[in-house]
């Protein structure tokens, strides 16, 4: 089994930055893939990054792609999650989410994704 602990959430200023972290314990399996989700208050959750752990390949949606970075320290088991620019929509509670195995689906999808952190809070006014 797999734990994920997120950090580094926080309320900013629009324009600010944050770097979330999240740290991976409990299991010797490196998840083929490693996301970050964030849910605003009364919305669905979504995708906003994915790192292919192996070839450290990276995608996002338009709504976040040339602010937010996704990166990886293996040494660390640990995923980060680089927001510049933010802006007031950022404002949710951000996850990081990691696969018990690939199953080729579409990376943004939830049911992609076997472990979850518990969230930490991002607010941008």
């Known amino acids: 089994h797999v734990q994920l602990v997120e950090s580094g959430g926080g309320s900013v200023q629009a324009g600010g930055s944050l770097r979330l972290s999240c740290a991976a314990s409990?299991?010797?399996?490196?998840?083929?893939?490693m996301s970050w989700f964030r849910q605003p208050p009364g919305k669905e959750r979504e995708g906003v990054a994915v790192?292919?752990?192996?070839?450290?390949?990276?995608r996002y949606p338009d709504s976040v792609k040339g602010r937010f970075t996704i990166s990886q320290d293996n040494a660390k088991n640990t995923v980060y999650l680089q927001m510049n620019s933010l802006k007031p929509e950022d404002t949710a509670m951000y996850y990081c989410?990691?696969?018990?195995?690939?199953?080729?689906?579409?990376?943004?999808?939830?049911?992609?994704?076997?472990?979850w952190g518990q969230g930490t809070q991002v607010t941008v006014s």
């Open positions: 989410a990691a696969d018990r195995g690939f199953r080729g689906g579409r990376w943004y999808d939830l049911s992609e994704y076997d472990y």
């Open positions: 409990g299991s010797t399996y490196i998840s083929r893939r």
């Open positions: 790192i292919y752990t192996r070839e450290g390949i990276t």
